[in-house]
């Protein structure tokens, strides 16, 4: 028999999609024991966007039941910002890249990534600290987490791990 590689695949949503993520694992950890100790065990972790902070957490070793709490807190929550920019702004700018005429696809993904560059939101030294918050352990845990963002000058899928030099 093989081995059988399983993995944990955690998709976006922002803090809401965090704490869903999160809840969602703890539910059916405390419904199915043996089903959430397989999902939470997985060997790969992998997420984008809001399922990249579940996945780091997860991978952090620190109890399920810990980081729900985290997501609880006052002070957990006392670190989170607004972006500055509304989801309709956001809507409009990137449908306006998606339908511009006679473009192609990478043409397109280079206009949403040239929008999302100009685009005015936090500085990265307070978006860092934010996520510094949202993780308990600041260093790539053992078993394979894969972390997955968007080129902004290409708009083509790229996928950071621990040798990715990222840190």
């Not at 993520?21 to 419904?31: K, N, P």
């Not at 980081?67 to 929550?77: I, T």
């Given at each position: 028999m093989?081995?059988?590689?399983?993995?944990?695949?955690?998709?976006?949503?922002?803090?809401?999609?965090?704490?869903w993520?999160?809840?969602?694992?703890?539910?059916?950890?405390?419904?199915?024991?043996?089903?959430?100790?397989?999902?939470?065990?997985a060997?790969?972790?992998?997420?984008?966007?809001?399922?990249?902070?579940?996945?780091?957490?997860?991978?952090?070793?620190?109890?399920?039941?810990?980081?729900?709490?985290?997501?609880?807190?006052?002070?957990?929550?006392?670190?989170?910002?607004?972006?500055?920019?509304?989801?309709?702004?956001?809507?409009?700018?990137?449908?306006?890249?998606?339908?511009?005429?006679?473009?192609?696809?990478?043409?397109?993904?280079?206009?949403?990534?040239?929008?999302?560059?100009?685009?005015?939101?936090?500085?990265?030294?307070?978006?860092?600290?934010?996520?510094?918050?949202?993780?308990?352990?600041?260093?790539?845990?053992?078993?394979?987490?894969?972390?997955?963002?968007?080129?902004?000058?290409?708009?083509?899928?790229?996928?950071?791990?621990?040798?990715?030099?990222?840190?």
């Amino acid at each position: 028999m093989t081995d059988v590689n399983r993995a944990l695949v955690l998709a976006g949503g922002g803090l809401a999609g965090i704490a869903w993520e999160t809840g969602v694992l703890l539910g059916i950890c405390d419904e199915s024991p043996d089903a959430g100790q397989k999902l939470l065990a997985a060997d790969v972790l992998l997420g984008t966007s809001a399922g990249s902070a579940v996945a780091a957490q997860v991978g952090s070793g620190v109890p399920l039941e810990e980081l729900f709490a985290r997501q609880l807190s006052e002070e957990h929550g006392a670190h989170e910002i607004h972006p500055g920019v509304s989801i309709d702004a956001i809507t409009d700018l990137f449908l306006d890249a998606m339908l511009t005429q006679g473009a192609t696809k990478a043409q397109k993904l280079a206009k949403i990534g040239a929008v999302a560059a100009e685009t005015d939101t936090v500085p990265e030294a307070v978006r860092r600290t934010v996520i510094k918050h949202r993780l308990p352990a600041h260093e790539w845990p053992q078993r394979a987490l894969r972390v997955t963002a968007i080129d902004i000058a290409t708009g083509e899928l790229v996928v950071f791990d621990a040798a990715s030099g990222v840190g």
